[in-house]
């Protein structure tokens, strides 16, 4: 296999959703067709993520990225954290006596401080993001799915990324639009987005979530 074997794709994926970023890729279909069989119940997260791709079809060709050969890929590591670089602070006597502190020690310890918080204050913030999968039902089978899948990526907000997406029949003839899409949590709501994509009210019956995965 590409990753070694079922174990070491499990394990690689009990921390990640798919094998590069936020959204399905060529990583993800190279995966997926070096599998000769489905994973079982012995590595849950390997069988999630199978049935999950699986779910795609013929879409899985679709995927953005470069697909490389099968044995040739290897996915995107994070690098070990490195050590905690030590503090200029942390020899620093905060509780000296008055008496042995003079008014150069007095300024070196202001300064300390002061390149300290200056430190402190440029750590970046932890973006909190979601991958959301959503089921859009038309009305009948003569609704046009590729107007509604324009309409739908014509939404554009800040903190939303549209993903893959693929047809996926219901009954009679009638197909629904399953689109993936990455939100920022503080930016934007699941709730209010659903709403915002019924307002195409003329091609749009529904919209359901049909899977939320924080990353």
């Known amino acids: 296999m590409i990753l070694g074997d079922l174990k070491s794709l499990n394990s690689y994926l009990a921390d990640h ?24 119940s012995a590595t849950p997260h390997a069988l999630r993520w199978y049935n999950h791709i699986k779910s795609f079809g013929n879409e899985i060709k679709n995927f953005p990225g470069e697909k490389k050969a099968a044995g040739k890929h290897t996915p995107s590591k994070q690098e070990p954290p490195k050590p905690a670089a030590k503090d200029d602070d942390d020899d620093l006597d905060l509780f000296g006596s008055d008496e042995e502190e003079d008014a150069e020690a007095a300024k070196l310890r202001e300064e300390r401080l002061k390149e300290y918080a200056a430190k402190k204050s ?7 993001k979601s991958c959301v999968l959503l089921d859009v039902k038309p009305w009948d089978d003569e609704t046009d799915m590729k107007l509604m899948e324009k309409q739908v990526r014509s939404i554009v907000k800040d903190g939303l ?21 990455v939100v920022e949590d503080e930016k934007i709501s699941i709730d209010l987005l659903t709403d915002v994509i019924q307002e195409f009210e003329d091609l749009v019956q529904s919209v359901d979530v049909a899977a939320f995965n924080k990353i």
Do not use: R
């Open 122 to 128: 440029k750590k970046p913030t932890l973006i909190a």
């Open 161 to 181: 990324v549209w993903g893959a997406s693929k047809l996926v029949p219901l009954a009679y003839g009638i197909n629904k639009l399953q689109i993936m899409c």
């Open 17 to 40: 959703s798919y094998m590069d970023g936020y959204v399905p890729s060529q990583s993800d279909t190279s995966h997926f067709e070096a599998i000769s069989k489905p994973p079982t």
